[in-house]
């Protein structure tokens, strides 16, 4: 009986709440916590589409039966997917009936994961390494670049929906710093992909940018013409015949 009043109360005072304006929130504090809003609380109904049904049910194959929430992050990536490049409570809920545990433990990892989006962002989400080389190679100018040509601010999203800029903490490939990270939420699920861009410019980003609001498709990897992949500009100059086997081993006995 006190429980149902209890639950009873907490919605009575949920709704309240959501009755208040609410002042835009920082990026990195909508990443701890949940307030209802119009466009995301738990009583919008959302489901995955018949085509990621499918891909659920893949998922899962993966995985014993004993233990669903082991595939939380894939099918998380997935809500994400579907719904623009960013997950509502409903989305997280949904994820949480089909694993079978509680919805607190999906809000766990969706809120440690950063690559876990929470609010809104552009159908291209752009991400800029922000990581000690990339730094050190100019990392923000290029994210200075990207903000002041879109006209946003840090993780705002520009006014046609098309793109939001983003930090990103090391992508893994020093060796071609300064670079960025395009997540392209344009076609759905279907046709997510996440492209890396290289030895980026000022001048190159904005070039990017541009290409992309035309629908086409840059070429990704390094974007110095003098390079291939992450060989040295010019190519090599070193090891440029085939190595010698080692005196100490008779490879052709292998």
């Not at 939420?185 to 279907?190: A, D, L, V």
Request: charged residues 25%; aromatic residues 8%.
């Amino acid at each position: 009986m006190l429980g149902r009043l209890a639950a009873q109360r907490f919605r009575e005072i949920r709704q309240v709440f959501r009755q208040i304006p609410q002042a835009p929130r920082l990026f990195s504090t909508a990443l701890n916590y949940h307030l209802d809003t119009p466009d995301n609380n738990p009583d919008l109904p959302w489901e995955f589409t018949e085509a990621n049904k499918a891909k659920v049910k893949e998922i899962l194959s993966h995985y014993p039966s004993n233990y669903k929430q082991s595939g939380v992050i894939p099918l998380l990536d997935l809500a994400q997917q579907q719904h623009g490049g960013w997950l509502t409570v409903s989305a997280m809920n949904e994820v949480a009936r089909i694993i079978e545990v509680a919805p607190i433990r999906v809000y766990e990892v969706a809120t440690f994961y950063s690559m876990f989006n929470r609010t809104k962002v552009g159908k291209y989400h752009l991400l800029v390494c922000g990581t000690t080389p990339c730094m050190l190679r100019g990392s923000r100018d290029i994210e200075d670049a990207l903000l002041k040509h879109l006209g946003v601010k840090r993780n705002e999203v520009t006014k046609d929906g098309l793109f939001s800029v983003g930090e990103m903490e090391c992508m893994g490939c020093c060796v071609n710093a300064p670079m960025i990270t395009v997540a392209d939420y344009s076609n759905g699920s279907e046709g997510y992909a996440y492209n890396y861009y290289e030895d980026v410019t000022p001048k190159r980003v904005v070039e990017i940018v541009e290409a992309l609001r035309r629908g086409e498709k840059p070429p990704r990897g390094t974007q110095n013409p003098k390079r291939i992949n992450s060989g040295p500009e010019g190519g090599n100059t070193t090891l440029l015949g085939e190595p010698k086997a080692p005196p100490c081993r008779d490879l052709d006995a292998c």
